[in-house]
């Protein structure tokens, strides 16, 4: 019985196994829908059965079906350009996933000083400009294209005129003297400036805003590197890109000038407080007596007045076109464009136009060796009118400028003051640029990991700028003079790149050995001439007529380079890197010339930590920390040596030159201010890059500052060049974007940077005074502890109002006692006097600035929308208080509106009008807030759908138009907030465009 017991329980026993085994080995049935995060299906999505081969793929609408051999299986999803993932199945029928985006931006590849990176594996602070970006705004400059496009990239206006440029500040300033610019680099070409650049032959730009990443440029990198990467050729089949647009200008102020009516009143204001008699009461003006001059008087009693701004200032018309080519294939890659841009001046007589070409060629030789060609020529024109058109703001309405029959007058009024338009039109001015620039590369790949790059580059500028007075323009002979720069640099480059094999997958080490060898030749000669011989052919005559004066200088400067790099990357977390560069340079004395400049920099992937890996809306989290050094040389060459001076002399009938020492005195010690920063970062990426940005923190510290300083007179010399002083600067940067809707039909984008700089001079010269507190240098205004932009100066308190009584401590010493109407200044340190002790030092660089952006697409309408921002800044406005800029309130010169003193209103923002003297301390008046909100830019386009193009052969079709400076809010009184009144008026511009693909 036992027997037949165990046997029936071994027999059922293995029946219920294989009955358990048959049961569980049934399929398990899986569906669902596989959507991106815009919620629509993906076509062709990979599930796979994890550690198996069986899987299925989505259909058209993105739904799947799949059998699983088990309710606790794992599902692989997969898609290019999605992140992978897996799902437990967990004994569900239906999985429906939405595909995250992979953050495809970690995985562009970054331009760093002499290779590439991989975003995600940066180490220093590198910010990356993509052209798109660059071309929304239509300009002739590409530095003015990078304003807000990067967080600690300061852009400030330097001229708004065609073919003016802007001025670049990385980070801010840090010297006192020497060069405050980046170094700018295009295709590997060192280049002194970016002016003949057509922004469309630019594929990226990348800033590099720390020592860590400038270091291995070392020399002239203090001010950071703008690494320029134009257009290269693309495998695949021949394209064709074309651009067109064409727009307008106009101009745009926030301030009022006086009204005929308000310039009569505020002359006889002005005339009453001085005590002139006959003038009549404010009701009853005797306007003859109170004009005093016939033009202005007839033109008074025939109500003839003259908008001296719309005779000057037009709406002019700019357009650019570009035709670009790419192609190629395995072995041979090519590029070629061609541009074309004109902007007339919004001033008569001003105006720039560029042309430009340039072509890339990349050959795949054999296996082992690749060769390149970069060639690139531009020629551009620069008309320039004669600076006094701002005489517009200050000729007063009632001058006239042309005479009962229409004609020109050389004067507008009785007591001869010159007419503008006469001016303009007797004067001429134009400067022509030819740039030529050619590079070449041998790339040898000589073992697997192991390359040897050897460049060559080749620039010239030539340019002539000729200028001319005729016979008619004021106190001219007929004169003028002629310039002819040339300007040769070559730069060679000997790289070697070794990624090194090692087994251990987890380590990765590359190596890169750097030989430089760069020549800057520059070469300037010219000369004045007055009494030409006819007006008709202007500087074209300047050999017939009398020469007034020589020019002649020649200026060459050399710099031999070492550098090496070490980049590590443990376990795709832990990376390093590690740089040294050692430089020499022509500029400073023979013990002086080589300087060192070292970099580290460490990042961490925490991302990539077991705590973070399987959270897959991370895409990625790093934290970067760096140190280096970098140097600055940028000063004029020779300052070493003992400068002469030449000078012309009659010897008996014959003319004869002689040479003497000039004024500025030899320093053999010359040597490199250096800069040393540190910076702290942490960069993240999530949702598959809908959520990316950076938070930078920098500390910089520059020594041995390059300084031309003041020396005593007693030593035969007034300046010299010198190492003293030190500064230090420091900051935040923070930048983030993202899409904050994405689906099928409507995308909405946004993202916004801010930027907060602070510098300070820490050191001078080390002299100190009694009680053994560092001295300051108040004639070139450096303070210490104060920044290296300042105004030393009073500070305005307002107006002395009737019934005021000041006391002798209450005004300057010397300065008459104040009169109700005059201008009162504060007692700023609070000892209850004013005297000289009470100047202030004011600080003029911004306390921030940022942009805020953002673009909508639907369907194929795109709209853009950039705000420029710059805040806690102060600037002098000379035309609220001098003479010749029309702000002194004498009644004489037409100016700027303000609000000033009468005993019938009682201001307290200006001064009370005088005739013939201003109001004491007048100046203080000028400091104006000049922090400004603008929209920069605004940009409607139309995309015409791809399958109605494809029936014609074109690829993509865009038109759009673009609108610039559209609004500013401003106090400061100004036709831009970066400049003065008086200079060039900045544009706001419209324009329509064409982008064409085929």
Known sequence: MGKNYLQKLLIGWLAFFFFSASMYAQSYEVSGKVTDPAGEGLIGVSIVIKETKNGVATDANGVYHISVPSPDAVLVFSYIGYRTHDEMVKGRSRIDIVMNENAQNLEEIVVIGYGVS?????????????????????????????????????????????GGTSDVHIRGKRSLSSSQSPLYIIDGMIVPNINDLNSSDIESIEVLKDASSQAIYGSRASNGVIIITTKKGKEGKVSVDFNSYVGTQKFHRNFDLYTPEEWVTLRWWAKNNDGHGNIGTLENINYQTVLDDAVMYDAWQNQKF??????????????????????GNDKLKFAAGIGYYNQDGIVDKSGFHRANFRTNMDYAMYKWLDFGVNFSYAQAEIKSNDSNFNQILTMPSLAQPYDNDGNLMR?????????????????????????????????????????YRFNANIRSNNREVGQYRTKLYPASTGEGQIREFKRSDWLINNIINYQVPISNKDHQLSLTLIHESEQDLQKTTGFDFINSTTDIFKWDTAATSEIDGVVRSIQRERSLSFASRLQYNLMNRYLLTASFRRDGVSVFGADNKWANFPSVALAWRINEESFLKSKEWLDMLKARISYGIVGNWGIPAYRTLGLANSYEYILGSSLSVGYLPSSQLQNLSLKWEKTGSLN??????????????????????????????????????STMWDNLGETKSWGWEGTVNGRIIHKKDFTWEAGFSISTQRNEVVKIDGRIDEDGKPLNDINNGWFIGESINVAYQYEFAGI????????????LPGNAVPKPGDVKLADSNGDGKITVDDRKVFNLDPQWYGTINTNLHFKGIDLGVEFYTVQGVIKNNQYLYAYNQGGSLNGKLNGMKVNYWTPENKSNEAPRPQFTASASNFGVVGLQDASYFRL?????????????????????????????????????????????????????????????SF
């Open 118 to 162: 991989k975003k995600s594996d940066l180490t220093g602070s590198v910010a990356s400009v993509k052209a798109e970006d660059l071309e929304k705004f239509p300009a002739s400059s590409v530095t003015e294209m990078l304003r807000g496009q990067a967080a600690g990239i300061q852009v400030t206006l330097n001229s708004a005129a065609p």
């Open 306 to 327: 003259t908008d001296w701004e719309d005779l000057m200032l037009g709406n002019p018309l700019q357009y650019k076109s570009d035709i670009s080519v790419r192609g």
């Open 411 to 451: 004067e507008t009024t009785s007591v001869g003051d010159i007419n503008p338009l006469w001016r303009n039109r007797e004067y001429d001015q134009k400067q022509d640029d030819e740039y030529v620039n050619l590079a070449a590369f041998l790339n040898f790949k000589l073992f697997k990991g192991f390359s």
């Open 680 to 717: 702290m970062g942490l960069d993240f990426s999530a949702r598959g890059g809908a959520l990316t940005g950076t938070i930078e923190y920098y500390s910089t510290k520059t020594t041995d500052l390059l300084v031309q300083r003041t020396i005593p007179s007693i030593t035969g010399y």
């Open 800 to 811: 002395w109002q009737e019934g005021e009584n000041p006391t002798e401590d209450q005004y």
């Open 936 to 996: 920069r830019m605004a940009t409607l386009g139309y995309s015409f759908p791809k399958k109605l193009l494809s029936k014609v052969g074109i690829t993509k079709a865009r038109i759009y138009t673009t609108a610039t400076n559209l609004f500013t809010i401003t106090d400061y009184k100004s036709y831009s907030p970066e400049k003065e009144a008086g200079g060039y008026p900045e544009a706001q511009t419209l324009v329509f465009g064409l982008n064409l």
